[in-house]
Structure formats: structure tokens, C-alpha cells
């Protein structure tokens, strides 16, 4: 089962200005982060036999026209189980149904199976079909996916890739930018990038850098003009999985050492 994008220009930090919206091809089709109405995906939908709405996360650049869809085609609004009360404000709707992992949503001749894919957000999925995964902000073809703290999860988001990886469907279908061709490739590119973030962490915290700003100045080397809060919010996240691990020592406000000792 194939899938059909439309780019949905909508208010959202990613460089593209876009979120991709995602419809199966055939019977009962599913659509996925319908980010805002426009005429263009008005016209998808219109041409589509949509019987189910769904969103990979629920970040406001992809879901701002969920509840618009489901009432003007009348298809089962689902959300990942456990999650409702957070779809349903981010969305404006009650879903219908809810997902879990290996859950399959009947759109499509063989149907559309969930994917837990958590980290960039936590009820985040992807849907999958036998030509590749819509795989939301797990993934990007260029640059880097923001695991931002409190609600991203480093640790989760480094099993997420590790788990495409290892499936390694045809494509991967991302919320933001050109369509990965080559996923595995993506994901190794991905996993070096944040690997190599938590190392100039590491180094940041073991040269006497305490407090999140002391870090992401000595572990970002680049202009974060407009975008040094997300990169603020991804070092705690990293502080966050490095204490988990027992690498350093961090209280929510300042990070040591893991030997160092606090006054």
C-alpha cells in the first residue's frame, strides 16, 4: 500500500514551514497529521475514501485540522491508548478508538500497523505498510530531529531509531522534509549526530559546566540564533539519560561529575 503527501503549510519550528500529511491509497483510507486545511489537501480528501484520522504525535504543527476531517468524512478518529485526554486537547476531539503498539488500523486491502516509535514525543507512532513507515519526527533526511526535555526522552528516541533500523522498511515518510530512501543510513547518521551531542555534553559537564546554559555553550559549536531554547531543551534531555545511566549527576538545575561531590 502506497501513500499520498501533501505538504500542509502551517506555523511550525521546523525549517521546511511545512508538515507532510499522509493518505493510504485504497478503501478505508487512513489519514495521518493533517496539520491545517488547505485547499490542495481538501482535494486529497474529497478524491479519498477516508474512513480513518490518526496522528503520528501530538505537537500542534500536526494535528491542527484533525477535528475538521473526522466531522466532514465522518472516519474513526483514533489516538494511542493511554493518551486520550492529551489527544483530545491538542486536537479538539474525542477519538473513537485507540492504538497500541501492533495494533492494525483496517484501512487499505491489508491494513496499516502501529508502530511505537517514542522519544521526540512520548505517545509518538508510525504507521507502517509494506512500502515504508510514516514515520512523523522520528526521522529527518537532513539535520536533526529536536528531543527536547520534559517531554522527550533521549533514551526512548535512540531505541526508536534503533528499531527502524533494525525493521528497515523501503522508505520513511517524515513529517518534515523529502522522503528517506535509504532508512538505515538516516538512522546510523542520526544515532553518530546524538552520540556525538552526548559526548561534548559529557566533556562540557567534566570540564566544570554545571548549569544547562554553561553546557549548550560549550557543547554547541554552531549559531543557535532562533533555535537556542529547542537546543537548550535537547542538552537536558541529555543530562536527563546520562544521569539515568550514571554517567553525571544532575538535580533538574545543575549537572556534576558522577565521582564529583555537592557543596
Known amino acids: ?3 499520498r503527501r501533501v505538504n500542509v503549510a502551517v506555523e511550525s519550528r521546523a525549517p521546511t514551514g511545512e508538515t507532510a500529511a499522509y493518505l493510504s491509497e485504497g478503501p478505508d483510507a ?4 493533517p496539520a491545517d486545511r488547505t485547499p490542495a489537501l481538501d482535494d486529497a480528501v474529497s478524491a479519498a475514501d477516508v474512513a480513518h484520522v490518526a496522528v503520528t504525535h501530538h505537537h500542534p504543527d500536526h494535528v491542527g485540522a484533525v ?4 466531522r466532514e468524512t465522518s472516519a474513526t478518529v483514533w489516538a494511542r ?3 486520550t ?3 483530545e486537547s491538542a486536537t479538539g476531539i474525542a477519538p473513537d478508538r485507540t492504538f497500541a503498539e501492533g495494533t492494525t488500523v483496517p484501512a487499505g486491502d491489508d491494513g496499516v500497523e502501529v508502530l511505537d516509535l517514542p522519544g521526540h514525543a512520548p505517545e509518538h507512532v508510525g504507521f507502517a505498510t509494506e512500502s515504508g513507515v510514516v514515520s512523523g519526527d522520528v526521522a529527518v533526511a537532513e539535520g536533526s530531529v529536536v528531543v527536547g526535555a520534559p517531554e522527550g526522552d533521549m533514551r526512548a528516541y535512540l531505541s526508536s531509531l534503533r528499531r527502524l533500523h533494525s525493521r528497515n522498511p523501503d522508505a520513511l515518510y517524515p513529517g518534515h522534509g523529502p522522503t528517506i530512501d535509504e532508512p538505515r543510513s538516516s538512522c546510523r547518521r542520526l544515532l553518530r549526530h546524538r552520540r556525538g551531542r552526548e559526548e561534548r555534553v559529557r566533556e562540557a559537564v567534566a570540564a566544570g559546566a554545571a548549569t544547562p546554559e554553561e553546557i549548550l555553550d560549550r557543547a554547541y ?3 543557535l540564533s532562533g533555535v537556542r531554547d529547542l537546543a537548550l531543551a535537547t542538552v537536558v534531555a541529555h543530562l536527563e539519560k546520562l544521569a539515568v ?3 553525571l549527576r544532575w538535580d533538574g538545575n ?5 565521582r564529583a561531590s555537592r557543596r
Open 1 to 3: 500500500m502506497d501513500w
Open 30 to 33: 487512513l489519514l495521518v497529521d
Open 67 to 70: 477535528a475538521d476531517y473526522a
Open 81 to 83: 491508548r493511554g493518551r
Open 85 to 87: 485526554e492529551s489527544f
Open 221 to 223: 559549536e554552531k549559531d
Open 245 to 247: 545511566e550514571g554517567s
Open 254 to 258: 545543575q549537572a556534576l561529575p558522577a
